[in-house]
């Protein structure tokens, strides 16, 4: 069996497919589409983060694919469609990297109401910026708001109330009577908006949440609000964000994902002179451990479903 792999990975886990298994490993290959189409032509199964396309014009070019293992959760990279009506089995490491993403949330939570940790230079130069910077805030008794409450939002809200942090959610396909709801406010997204402090996003990239966040949305926050968006660029509209944090419609954001990625110099100019705003290269999901966790679930359930395949 014939496994590519066209992104980086933890490569300890590929040890873990064991002998039958030749492995393909080129992390670059995402980045030369034409290689990548030669090479997923023997492929049997791909293994993709979110840049690899798996679209058409790949199962066009991998006529023996029988699985697509996902390191990581979104799928908008994928044509599911397509796969389920080849029957390629379409693999995501669900929850497997949950906490680097739910500390990430947290961690610019904290940086960005206290605003007391990009003061290098001025100290390295003599000053002390002791009476500006003495003026942050706490997170504690604030709302956090998250839009969708699956697996990482709710890994969010354990660790927000175990700062004293109230948390309210959206998310109209989790029933009400589910226990993640206990010690959460279940509120309409309007509603949500207008009463918490930090809103942070937590929905996948689709028609209907594309543009989700956009200059309605972002009037109707506080304006000592503050986004942080870990789920998919597109979502929040980046012009829109842009223009209301330089005219303090809202107090600061954190963005790891953008809509064109990766993110280019005439994109990223944009964002020059936002005040409080953190900007990452997609890595919310990523750390040395979440990495270990995601590899190692997609290998195995990537190696199940060819054994599958194989003995099916």
């Known amino acids: 069996m014939n496994v590519l792999v066209t992104e980086f990975m933890n490569e300890a886990a590929l040890e873990e497919f064991g002998s039958g ?8 290959l995402v980045d030369d589409r034409t290689a990548l189409l030669g090479e997923v032509a023997s492929a049997d199964a791909i293994i993709v983060r979110n840049r690899t396309q798996v679209d058409a014009e790949l199962l066009i ?8 293992g996902r390191l990581g959760v979104g799928l908008d990279n994928i044509d599911v ?3 389920t009506e080849k029957g390629i089995a379409v693999l995501p490491a669900t929850g497997a990297n949950a906490i680097s993403v739910a500390e990430y949330v947290i961690c610019t939570a904290l940086s960005l109401t206290r605003g ?12 002390w910026p002791r009476a500006q910077l003495g003026n942050g805030g706490e997170v504690f008794g604030r709302q956090l708001g998250l839009l969708g409450f699956g697996t990482i939002a709710q890994q969010v809200a354990k660790r927000a109330l175990s700062l004293g942090m109230r948390v309210a959610a959206y998310d109209p396909f989790l029933p009400s009577s589910d226990a993640a709801w206990t ?16 809103v942070s996003l937590h929905v996948p990239l689709t028609e209907k949440t ?8 972002l009037r109707i926050m506080k304006s000592n609000a503050i986004l942080i968006n870990t789920a998919r660029g597109g979502i929040v509209n980046e012009p829109s964000l842009i223009a209301a944090l330089k005219s303090n419609k809202i107090a600061g954001a954190a963005l790891d994902v953008f809509e064109h990625e990766p993110l280019d110099r005439a994109a990223g100019a944009r964002f020059a002179n936002c005040p409080n705003l953190i900007l990452t290269p997609h890595i919310a999901g990523v750390t040395a451990e979440g990495n270990e966790r995601v590899s190692a679930l997609t290998v195995a359930n990537v190696k199940a479903a060819l054994s599958e395949a194989k003995h099916g």
């Open 61 to 68: 070019a991998a006529p023996k694919l029988k699985a697509v």
């Open 210 to 217: 594309r543009n989700m966040i956009d200059a309605t949305e």
């Open 81 to 83: 469609p397509a796969c």
């Open 116 to 127: 007391a940790f990009a003061s290098n230079e001025e100290m390295i130069e003599g000053h």
């Open 21 to 28: 298994f030749n492995i393909n490993y080129q992390p670059k």
């Open 183 to 198: 010690d959460v406010d279940n509120l309409e997204i309007d509603q949500l908006l207008r009463t918490s402090d930090i």
